[in-house]
C-alpha cells in the first residue's frame, strides 16, 4: 500500500495496525516521493537479522578469499567489518 505523508498522519493509527495485524507494509510519500516505510516490527527485526546474517556471510566469503590468495595487506574481518559500517553512518 502506497500513501501520502498526510494521509499517514491523518490514520497513524490505522496504518500502524495494518501493519501488525493485517502484515500489510505502508510506503509513505512525500511530493511523491517515496520516503519510508511502515512495517510491523517482528517483520523488521527478521529483515534486519537476514541482513546481518547476508553481511557477515559476505564479509567471511572475503576474508577466506584473501586468505586463500595470500594477499599482503589483508586487514581482519573485524577491521573490514567496522570500514563497512563506517561508511554506511
Known sequence: MVESMAVVRRHLADVIDRARREETPTITTRRGKQEAVVIDIQEYRRLREV??????????????????EGVEGAI?????????????D
Open 51 to 68: 541482513a546481518d546474517n547476508a553481511e557477515e556471510a559476505w564479509l567471511n566469503r572475503l576474508a577466506d578469499e584473501a586468505e586463500s
Open 76 to 88: 581482519s574481518l573485524e577491521e573490514m567489518a567496522a570500514l563497512l559500517r563506517a561508511q554506511q
